[in-house]
């Protein structure tokens, strides 16, 4: 042993290599404390982004969305004009085309002519009407005329015949013929009379008829009017409401009929659909803060807010919703959409629209 340690060892205290004997220790307690400080920076770094990851929730299933606007014609005709380019910003009521109105204008004339004809119907109805009254007050009073000469004459009658019974000398056979002749003639008027005026209330009830079918006329013309009027309007395609022009298809002598799609409208107001998982959402509130970042402009801070949740997952609204009663089953996280604001920041430069990409975090907490 000694001879070992005599040929390791030269007397000068040094390994062989000319190495210290003491180095090597301490190179072991540099690279522990080393792998220590590495190994507390990563916790102490894990720590620190579970502390801040903790009070956010985020998704990448999320987009722009926005109601989109398809307007198409409602009738048959020539494109005459079409004042709406591509993508050019348009406001609510700017006439975007212009649609042949010729046939529309022919039908609202002859819709105006006939309203005018009923109008004279219904004026005529009526006017005769007054008449028809006037000639069944004439006939009621023609009534009441007779009624007191045919009971004159009755009396008159019966008068001279109880005179001839108790008195014959003092009164004539013809005198008696003649009240007869006088009775039964004004019978007979009065009898008259009362079928004149049943043929004059009538007459009234047959133009009061008249009037009511001269109105109902009226009414159809004007109706006839109206939707004449509608479908004049519909030449002129205007814009609902303020937004931006998008696939625009329809050109100049273009014919198109009803349903033909000639353009949407991207309105001003969109916001972002997020389909966050149902396990993310039990700390998410309506007025929560949002940080969005937008795929097309990863260098820009978009915020906004939690509109609304959506009481549901999609997966219930689809067509054909699952049935889980039957089958094999197996549990899938399920997706439900948040509806976000996009609070700022405003600037026309920033072009977005409906489908983009987009990464919204919420603050939960």
Do not use: C
Not at 40 to 47: P, T
Not at 61 to 76: K, N, P
Not at 223 to 248: C, F, H, K, M, S
Not at 332 to 339: E, G, Y
Request: aromatic share 6%; no cysteine; net charge neutral.
């Amino acid at each position: 042993m000694s001879d070992d340690r005599s040929r390791d060892d030269d007397g000068s205290g040094t390994r062989p290599g000319g190495q210290k004997g003491g180095m090597e220790p301490r190179k072991r307690r540099r690279f522990i404390i080393i792998a220590a400080v590495v190994v507390l920076v990563i916790v102490i770094g894990g720590v620190v982004w579970w502390l801040i990851a903790r009070n956010y929730e985020d998704t990448d299933d999320a987009y722009i969305d926005a109601r989109v606007v398809h307007l198409s014609t409602q009738i048959e005709g020539r494109v005459l004009h079409v004042f709406a380019d591509d993508n050019m910003r348009v406001r609510k009521g700017q006439l975007l085309i212009q649609i042949d109105p010729a046939d529309a204008t022919a039908r609202y004339d002859q819709a105006k002519a006939q309203e005018g004809q009923a109008e004279a119907q219904l004026a005529q109805a009526e006017a005769q009407i007054g008449v028809s009254r006037a000639s069944y007050q004439q006939a009621l009073a023609n009534v009441t005329g007779a009624a007191a000469q045919a009971t004159n004459a009755s009396l008159d009658f019966s008068r001279y015949r109880t005179l001839k019974t108790t008195m014959p000398s003092a009164v004539a056979g013809e005198q008696i013929d003649q009240a007869r002749a006088t009775a039964v003639n004004t019978a007979a008027q009065h009898n008259a009379a009362q079928k004149q005026a049943a043929g004059a209330a009538a007459q009234v009830k047959a133009v009061g008829t008249q009037v009511q079918v001269a109105q109902a006329q009226l009414k159809t013309a004007e109706a006839q009017l109206e939707q004449a009027q509608i479908n004049l309007g519909y030449t002129r395609i205007v814009a609902p409401e303020d937004g931006t022009i998008a696939q625009l298809t329809v050109a100049v002598g273009n014919y198109v009929s009803p349903g033909t799609q000639m353009l949407a409208i991207v309105p001003f107001r969109i916001w972002v659909t997020a389909n966050f998982k149902e396990t993310q959402l039990e700390l998410m509130r309506p007025g929560q803060k949002v940080d969005i970042e937008i795929d097309a402009y990863p260098h820009v801070g978009f915020f906004g807010h939690v509109d609304s949740i959506q009481r549901g997952a999609g997966q219930a609204f689809e067509i054909l919703p699952p049935e889980n009663a039957t089958g094999n089953f197996v549990k899938v996280v399920q997706r439900v959409p948040v509806k976000i604001d996009i609070d700022g920041p405003r600037d026309r430069r920033y072009v977005l629209g409906p489908g983009m990409s987009v990464v919204p975090s919420v603050h939960v907490r």
